[in-house]
């Protein structure tokens, strides 16, 4: 079971509102969820079989839909065309989840940082179905 309180603008609790939640909400749309990782704006859970759900900010491809536009997704949809999701996080704009072959998908908003000396990755597109996904290597 996941719940969820705090700010409830765009869609951030995903309850199908956008109100604030003072108390713990019940997210009722996700089943044998394994973990969640909750970023500044959008927020996603693992479910059985490796599936990714998201909810939040969907403005910028966050949602992994293929809909890079602003809008609010206040209940979690599934991201199609990833599974045997293993770990997953979400930054402010976008996410980033581990395969169990051991690849790194990441959409939203997702780039390097190398201007506080943190590790820089090598960026490649792949696009899987209608989603744009980042490959990151080493």
């Known amino acids: 079971e996941v719940y969820c309180w705090g700010k409830g603008s765009l869609g951030r609790i995903g309850n199908g509102e956008t109100t604030d939640q003072l108390v713990p909400v019940k ?3 996700l ?4 973990a969640v990782a909750v970023g ?5 859970a693992i479910v059985s079989g490796g599936k990714v759900f998201c909810w939040g900010y969907a403005g910028v491809g966050s ?3 293929g809909q890079p536009t602003a809008a609010v997704q206040d209940v979690p949809i599934l991201v199609s065309g990833i599974e045997n999701v293993t770990k997953i996080v979400s930054s402010g704009w976008g996410v980033c989840a581990l395969n169990k072959l051991g690849k790194v998908l990441c959409w939203g908003a997702v780039g390097t940082i190398d201007s506080n ?3 820089q990755l090598k960026i ?3 696009k899987n179905m209608k989603n744009q996904y ?3 290597e080493r």
């Open 117 to 119: 000396g943190q590790l």
């Open 27 to 29: 997210l009722t749309k």
């Open 134 to 136: 980042l490959k990151l």
């Open 31 to 34: 089943q044998s969820v394994n």
């Open 63 to 65: 949602m992994g839909n």
């Open 40 to 44: 500044e704006n959008q927020s996603c």
């Open 124 to 126: 490649s597109m792949k």
